[in-house]
């Protein structure tokens, strides 16, 4: 089973610009759909940001549409979500999901915050 970790996040400032990645191991990334949640603070409920499958469909959430671009590298087992324009709403912790058949898999997290 994969196991993914994601990283990029940190403290940015309102209209500023981070790139998350999740990154697999071992390898085979390439046959899982992935998306990026995010949980924002003070709720238990983890909202779909992004996702792209293994044919490299893409879907986004309304609230990110325009801002945030997520696309995969094969060759490095890598997926990255480019974040543009961040608002403090988008402050939340992002998480890593790769989904292939029944199986899912969940990364840690990694933390966004965005100062007004």
């Known amino acids: 089973q994969p196991k993914l970790e994601e990283s990029g996040g940190g403290l940015v400032q309102t209209g500023g610009t981070l790139t998350l990645s999740c990154a697999a191991s071992?390898?085979?990334?390439?046959?899982?759909?992935v998306a990026w949640y995010r949980q924002a603070p003070g709720t238990q409920q983890q909202k779909l940001v992004a996702?792209?499958?293994?044919?490299?469909?893409?879907t986004y959430a309304d609230t990110v549409q325009g801002r945030f671009t997520i696309s995969r590298d094969h060759s490095k087992n890598t997926v990255y979500l480019q974040m543009n324009n961040l608002q403090p709403d988008d402050t939340a912790v992002y998480l890593c999901?790769?989904?292939?058949?029944?199986?899912?898999?969940w990364g840690k997290g990694t933390q966004v915050t965005v100062s007004s």
């Open positions: 999901n790769a989904r292939h058949a029944w199986l899912s898999y």
């Open positions: 071992p390898g085979n990334f390439e046959i899982y759909d």
């Open positions: 996702s792209i499958r293994d044919n490299g469909v893409t």
